[in-house]
């Protein structure tokens, strides 16, 4: 559950947003989106690589007057954005979140690689604070629509392994919408024994990694985005729920429903399916 409060409805301001790893292919898709969309201020564009340059000539959008700076903490300070949303890498987002939180601002993270720990942690902070919070392993709405219903499967199927395919430059395996996926899977079943119990890998890893009591797999390779397929088992069926993204756009109507929703928030919330009505 997530608690909202109402924002005056006669606030007309467009909502304040700096973007953490703007010059990465996430990113870029991120600062198209808030330059497009009236209801949004882009304000700034954190990378150290383009200190200076002016956002929009270096993604290809032509001069709009927003440069880059090298520095998270001063530009969230300079520039005061009420929304942080950051797509950089698994060794920064962390302390990337806490200073957002720790300055008032409301972070939206889609950054993978984070610990459970990790979550506990920006939890505390963020109620703390009393600063909203958004953090989903995917922001595609069929992605989060997938993970839904495989939950809701794994009641009526409880032998399942899920496959993760994602672009080579992927740092993290397995992805964080496997693992998230897994969690809600786990939260409908219990756990069980599945395959032969004599089973035994010939080749270490074979199997995949292992997870709430079943397999999870990670394939990398140049070509693709994201795609996963959770495939469950039973006697005489298989049924598989599968979701691809082709395209990194396929991300923002989800970055732009978490940026407008966690205006509304005082404390965090993991994954884009608390934010959808049922």
């Known amino acids: 559950m997530f608690r909202?409060?109402?924002?005056?409805?006669?606030?007309?301001?467009?909502?304040?947003?700096?973007?953490?790893?703007?010059?990465g292919r996430m990113g870029r898709e991120v600062v198209k989106m808030l330059v497009e969309d009236e209801a949004f201020s882009f304000v700034r564009?954190?990378?150290?690589?383009?200190?200076g340059n002016d956002v929009g000539e270096t993604i290809?959008?032509?001069?709009?007057?927003?440069?880059?700076?090298?520095?998270l903490e001063t530009a969230l300070l300079e520039d005061r954005p009420d929304v942080l949303v950051d797509f950089t890498v698994p060794e920064a987002v962390k302390r990337h979140t806490e200073m957002a939180?720790?300055?008032?601002?409301?972070?939206?993270?889609?950054?993978?690689?984070?610990?459970?720990?990790?979550l506990t942690e920006l939890a505390r902070l963020s109620e703390?604070?009393?600063?909203?919070?958004v953090i989903a392993p995917n922001f595609a709405l069929g992605a989060v629509l997938m993970m839904m219903f495989a939950a809701r499967?794994?009641?009526y199927?409880?032998?399942?392994?899920?496959i993760e395919m994602h672009h080579d430059q992927k740092l993290d395996a397995p992805s964080g919408t496997a693992l998230k996926t897994a969690e809600m899977i786990a939260q409908n079943r219990d756990e069980v024994q599945q395959g032969h119990p004599g089973e035994k890998e010939t080749l270490e890893g074979a199997r995949g990694g292992y997870r709430y009591g079943f397999r999870i797999h990670s394939i990398r390779l140049p070509g693709l985005v994201a795609h996963q397929e959770v495939i469950f088992g039973g006697p005489g069926q298989t049924f598989t729920l599968r979701h691809d993204?082709?395209?990194?756009?396929?991300?923002?109507?989800?970055?732009?429903l978490a940026i407008q929703k966690v205006m509304e928030l005082d404390h965090l919330v993991y994954g884009l399916e608390h934010l959808l009505k049922e």
């Open 4 to 23: 909202l409060h109402s924002r005056n409805a006669s606030t007309v301001k467009p909502i304040r947003v700096a973007v953490a790893g703007a010059n």
């Open 245 to 256: 993204s082709i395209h990194r756009e396929s991300f923002m109507p989800g970055v732009k």
């Open 60 to 71: 290809g959008l032509g001069p709009i007057g927003v440069t880059f700076s090298d520095s």
């Open 101 to 118: 939180l720790e300055l008032g601002v409301r972070p939206v993270v889609g950054t993978t690689g984070l610990t459970e720990q990790d």
């Open 153 to 155: 499967a794994a009641k």
């Open 128 to 133: 703390e604070h009393r600063v909203g919070a």
């Open 45 to 51: 564009g954190v990378s150290r690589s383009q200190a």
């Open 157 to 162: 199927f409880p032998h399942v392994e899920i």
